[in-house]
Structure formats: C-alpha cells, structure tokens
C-alpha cells in the first residue's frame, strides 16, 4: 500500500508539477474526514513562488476526481492559463479575482467572495489575483494539469 502510495506521489510531481502534499485525515471505511489543522501545504513548480497547495483527496495527474487547495499570499497573480479538464473552484477564504479571456485584464476579474463558485470550461482562457490572503479549493477529474497562454509565464521553464 505504501509503494502505491509513493509511485501515485512520484507520477503526481512528473505529469502536474504538484506536489503529493498527502493529509493525515481519519478514514472510515471508504470514508475520509480533513480537519483544517492535517491539512500539509507545499510550494508547487507550477505556480509561480508564493503560492502553496494541499492535495486533499484523490491525484489530479490520474483518471478520477480529486480535491485540491490553493492559499495565495496578498498580491498574487496566476498569469493567463488554461486546464485540460472543467475546473471546479470554491472560495474558502479571502476573496478571489477570476478573469475569463485570452487577455489578462484586472478590471474584467470578477471579485469571488468567500462562498462563491466558480465552475471553469476544459480549455477556457482564464487569470487570477488576489489583493488579501486568500484559500480556493479546486475540485475536479483528472488527469488534470496547467498550461500558461505565454510560455513566459510558466515557473517551470525558468531556470532554479
């Protein structure tokens, strides 16, 4: 089980550039219980610095659904980018700034409150900001991964 474990993490780092942030929630069964506290962040190569993510549940590089979050500092910005598969976000904290199109344009974000939801077409051009601390969570089926319109802006093409 544990083998299975770490090959899932390995493929999860290669394919999606996420790292297997894995949570020590209390299973039941087929059951699974989180509490905020187990929750493990870790910086992710796919997102420029500043931003952490926690894989909750299942391994967005495989076939299948999975639960993620995000938590972007103050004054973060997700350059323009799409997803292979509809992305499913929720605001759990802060506000978050959801701009739709091929052009990153601030004044064109919608400011998502905590609450919100915002579900994402496969493929659709989209950005991001944040002006306060802000948590999403992203739920999904896999494989799942992110591609950046300006090959620029991808963190993982700029050298260490």
Same mark, same amino acid.
């Given at each position: 089980?544990?083998?299975?474990?770490?090959?899932?993490?390995?493929?999860?780092?290669?394919?999606?550039?996420?790292?297997?942030?894995?949570?020590?929630?209390?299973?039941?069964?087929?059951?699974?219980?989180?509490?905020?506290?187990?929750?493990?962040?870790?910086?992710?190569?796919?997102?420029?610095?500043?931003?952490?993510?926690?894989?909750?549940?299942?391994?967005?590089?495989?076939?299948?659904?999975?639960?993620?979050?995000?938590?972007?500092?103050?004054?973060?910005?997700? #350059?323009?980018?799409?997803?292979?598969?509809?992305?499913?976000?929720?605001?759990?904290?802060?506000?978050?700034?959801?701009?739709?199109?091929?052009?990153?344009?601030?004044?064109?974000?919608?400011?998502?409150?905590?609450?919100?939801?915002?579900?994402?077409?496969?493929?659709?051009?989209?950005?991001?900001?944040?002006?306060?601390?802000?948590?999403?969570?992203?739920?999904?089926?896999?494989?799942?991964?992110?591609?950046?319109?300006?090959?620029?802006?991808?963190?993982?093409?700029? #050298?260490?």
């Amino acid at each position: 089980m544990r083998h299975r474990a770490l090959v899932a993490a390995l493929a999860l780092i290669l394919a999606v550039g996420l790292p297997a942030a894995g949570v020590a929630g209390e299973g039941h069964g087929g059951h699974m219980m989180v509490k905020p506290d187990q929750v493990q962040w870790q910086e992710v190569p796919s997102l420029p610095k500043g931003a952490q993510v926690a894989v909750i549940e299942g391994d967005p590089s495989a076939e299948g659904a999975f639960t993620l979050r995000i938590r972007f500092p103050a004054g973060y910005t997700v #350059p323009l980018h799409t997803h292979p598969t509809v992305e499913r976000v929720t605001v759990l904290e802060g506000t978050f700034y959801l701009g739709i199109g091929d052009t990153f344009e601030r004044e064109k974000a919608e400011a998502l409150p905590v609450g919100s939801l915002a579900v994402m077409d496969a493929g659709a051009a989209m950005f991001g900001y944040t002006e306060e601390p802000t948590v999403i969570q992203i739920n999904g089926d896999g494989p799942w991964g992110i591609e950046y319109l300006n090959p620029e802006d991808d963190p993982r093409k700029k #050298p260490q």
